[in-house]
């Protein structure tokens, strides 16, 4: 349900992002309506929470899920999600302007989407309310990720934000392969397939809506990984994090 509210293109929960043939991401433009969308997006919302809030309670009760099947769900369900245009959030136009602002020699902490559109900087015209006039409340190491991306993606918002789902599924499957390296024994090892790789709530909210909360992730992951050996290390990965988002600290 997710998924094809995203396909249809541009809605309430879908930022405009225009057709252009079978170039990812994939939208049909069918332009549904609020109602429909969002009685599509309620109900798969909470069937979300009910299937994890299952999955955890069989878990508790002695169920030992095949793992590859749940690691391999959870694959197929990101990768299908950088198909489609991000959905739930216009977070992605202000990232890519604000990749493209640097990439053009300005400096995206003084100059918001809406002057940067006045000197002709891609994409910087596509950014939605409220963020047309807000410059970077994003850490610099979040901003580097974001002219990456920019840079990848060409001067056009649709290449961007492919280049932006790409990045935000990438961190999303590494920081779960670390996740699972960590887990002792199947037990946790099937708790982190379960609330990780098929839990399709994080699955929407990292790689669905294109959020730069899935690099942080993976940092803070990582960090927690190398705790035991480093904790020098661990704290500057927790750093790095913060220089994304300073909710890292938390």
């Not at 959905?87 to 602002?101: K, M, P, Q």
């Not at 807000?134 to 974001?146: D, E, N, R």
């Amino acid at each position: 349900l997710m998924w094809f509210v995203a396909v249809d293109g541009t809605s309430a929960a879908v930022p405009p992002l225009a057709r252009q043939g079978l170039a990812l991401p994939w939208s049909l433009g069918l332009h549904p309506s609020p109602f429909l969308v969002t009685a599509a997006l309620a109900p798969s919302i909470v069937l979300g929470a009910l299937a994890l809030y299952g999955h955890l309670a069989a878990l508790r009760a002695g169920w030992r899920p095949p793992l590859r099947r749940l690691v391999l769900a959870g694959t197929v369900a990101a990768l299908a999600f950088v198909a489609v245009p991000p959905l739930g959030s216009a977070d992605y136009t202000n990232y890519a302007a604000y990749g493209h602002i640097e990439n053009s020699g300005l400096d995206a902490y003084r100059v918001v989407p809406s002057a940067a559109a006045r000197r002709g900087v891609p994409t910087a015209a596509e950014v939605q309310p409220p963020w047309r006039s807000t410059a970077s409340v994003y850490g610099p190491v979040a901003v580097y990720v974001l002219q990456v991306a920019a840079w990848l993606g060409g001067p056009s918002l649709r290449g961007t934000a492919l280049w932006l789902s790409l990045l935000e599924a990438g961190s999303f499957l590494a920081a779960g392969a670390i996740l699972l390296a960590m887990a002792e024994g199947e037990a946790r090892r099937a708790r982190v397939a379960v609330m990780w790789f098929a839990n399709p709530l994080l699955v929407l909210e990292v790689v669905g809506g294109a959020h730069i909360d899935g690099v942080q992730v993976l940092i803070v992951v990582a960090a927690l990984a190398v705790l035991r050996r480093s904790r020098f290390a661990a704290g500057a990965l927790i750093g790095v994090g913060m220089s994304v988002k300073l909710t890292a600290g938390i």
